[in-house]
């Protein structure tokens, strides 16, 4: 079945880069958009960031605009968030995710990976 795999998570300061990956099993993955995901303590679960199935087409939340990018290897199987310009309410467990259906709009996920911390110090 399908399982998605985040790595590269960790501690960095303020104004510091991260570089997460997800790392997904399956043959699906290349006609699947992606998403990233983040949950801080206490709060609930937000949208970060998405590419579709062929990387062509990206969107992002207005808080991560201009600092993150998203991108994926189809060779790899894996999705990457870059994130710059870091700041502590950037701290959160993020998650990737598969959206449901062969070259869905990446609005509704169904696979889900078990998350990479990411703080950030100020």
């Known amino acids: 079945q399908v399982h998605l795999v985040e790595s590269g998570g960790g501690l960095v300061q303020a104004g510091g880069s991260l570089r997460l990956s997800c790392a997904v099993s399956?043959?699906?993955?290349?006609?699947?958009?992606m998403g990233w995901f983040r949950q801080a303590p206490g709060m609930e679960r937000e949208f970060v960031a998405t590419?579709?199935?062929?990387?062509?087409?990206?969107y992002y939340a207005d808080s991560v605009k201009g600092r993150f990018t998203i991108s994926r290897d189809n060779y790899k199987n894996t999705v990457f968030l870059q994130m710059n310009s870091l700041k502590p309410e950037d701290t959160a467990v993020y998650y990737c995710?598969?959206?449901?259906?062969?070259?869905?709009?990446?609005?509704?996920?169904?696979?889900w990976g078990q998350g990479t911390q990411v703080t950030v110090s100020s």
């Open positions: 995710a598969m959206d449901a259906s062969a070259y869905g709009p990446g609005r509704q996920y169904n696979y």
């Open positions: 590419i579709n199935w062929s990387g062509s087409i990206t």
């Open positions: 399956g043959r699906t993955f290349s006609t699947r958009a």
